[in-house]
Every structure is written in structure tokens, then in C-alpha cells.
């Protein structure tokens, strides 16, 4: 089914992006790390070569003794301290989703996020509607394909074509997706049943533009589905 590989693949990528996003943040640690260490020494070495050349003075005892004391592993951790960067919420849900969460450091963040699986759920929890119907093929003459339009609560349209030659099972992969905040849905004025989607995705420097002809069998269905495509126009 497309939707169930379209939800999982999201999924992983959720969790991917966690993983690199904790991974980020140990590698700036240490670099902050290793930059308050090098102005430490550079100030305890300009101490040494003060007392070198003027004798001991008891104004630069203080400071030498401060600098002394500082410990630049842990002013690191007080800086990025994980608690402290991400939401309350954030981390209530991490240690919900996995009981043995620890954000104490961002080096548990990212074995947390590594060792993290998404337990199973019901992929229908996803999806608000599901259609049968058929798409629009052909570029000169109109060539209708069976196919299966899933509407999700993230306000995605997956578009998924179902193979008559293989007993009517669905391709693993959504042939046409795309946000609703991307398109607009009219009915034809003569052909009631049939909806073109004109779908803008926004580019770099160029948008591109789309259009799909869907046919539903019902007119009720086209009216849900006009509903869901075109409510960000109605914000």
C-alpha cells in the first residue's frame, strides 16, 4: 500500500533527523569545548610570562587562581545543556515515546534517538479519508487508471495507482503527492464528477506547476474532497 510506505518512510526520516540533529549538537559541544579551553591556556600562559618578566605581582594571584578553577567541560555543559535548549514538552514526550530517555547530555540525546523505534500503530489513525477512483493518464486523449486517493491529517494528497494486472494491488509507491496548501480543486461545469487539482509546489527560483484530473463516482465524494484540498483558501 502507498500510504502505509509514505507514513513509514516519514517516520524514519523523523527519527533520522533527530538523530543527525543530537549528533550536531555533540560535535559543537566539543568544539565549544575545545575554544574555552584554548582561551584558558591562552590567559594562564600570558600569566606565566607576566610573572616571568615583572615578578610576582599579588593583582594577577586572583585572577590566575580563578582561571585556575574554571572548568571548561563543565561551563560547556551548563551552556548546551540540553534541558535548557529543548521545550519542557519536548522532553516529556521523548521519555514518553521512550522510557529510558535521559537528556541529561546531548551525547544521551543521540544514543536515545539511535536506539528509538516507532512502536507499531494503526497507519489509519493517519488518514482522514480514502477514495477510490480514477486519474487521468493520457497527454493527448483522456486515459482514465484506477487508482486510490488517501487524505491525511497533515494535509497531504497521496495519489496511488492500482495495477489491474497484478489483482488489483497497489504500487509501494504514492505516484502523486502533494500539500493542500499547494492546490486548488474545481469541478468541471458540465462533467460533475471529475475535479481538476492545479498544483503549485514552490521553488528556489521557479515554481512548478501540475495539473490532475481525478474522476469520482459519487458526487458526495467530490464534495469532501473539494472540502479538504481548498480549506486553506478558505482561511
Known sequence: RGDVFFFSSRRRHTRCSGVSWARRCVQETGIEKARLCSVKNAFLGYFVKQVEIFGKNVSVDLPKKILESFNPETECNILLDPQQILKEEEIGLLRKLHSQFNASS??????????????????????????????????????????????????????????????????????????????????????????????????????????????????????????????DIKK
Do not use: W
Not at 544514543?111 to 479519508?129: C, E, I, M, N, S
Not at 464528477?193 to 463516482?217: C, Q, W
Open 106 to 231: 546531548f551525547q544521551l540525546v543521540e544514543q536515545g534517538l539511535t536506539d528509538f523505534q516507532f512502536k507499531d500503530f494503526r497507519d489509519d489513525a493517519l488518514v482522514v479519508k480514502k477514495y477510490k477512483c480514477q486519474r487521468n493518464t493520457g497527454t493527448i486523449t483522456n486515459s482514465f487508471t484506477d487508482c486510490e486517493v488517501v487524505l491525511t491529517i497533515d494535509e497531504y494528497v497521496l495519489i496511488t495507482d492500482i495495477n489491474k494486472e497484478n489483482e488489483g494491488q497497489q504500487t509501494r509507491v504514492p505516484q502523486i503527492k502533494f500539500k493542500c496548501s499547494h492546490a486548488k480543486a474545481t469541478i468541471r461545469d458540465k462533467e460533475p464528477l471529475i475535479v481538476d487539482v492545479a498544483v503549485t509546489k514552490p521553488g528556489l527560483l521557479i515554481n512548478s506547476h501540475n495539473k490532475y484530473i481525478l474522476k469520482f463516482e459519487l458526487l458526495d465524494r467530490v464534495g469532501e474532497f473539494m472540502f479538504y484540498v481548498n480549506q
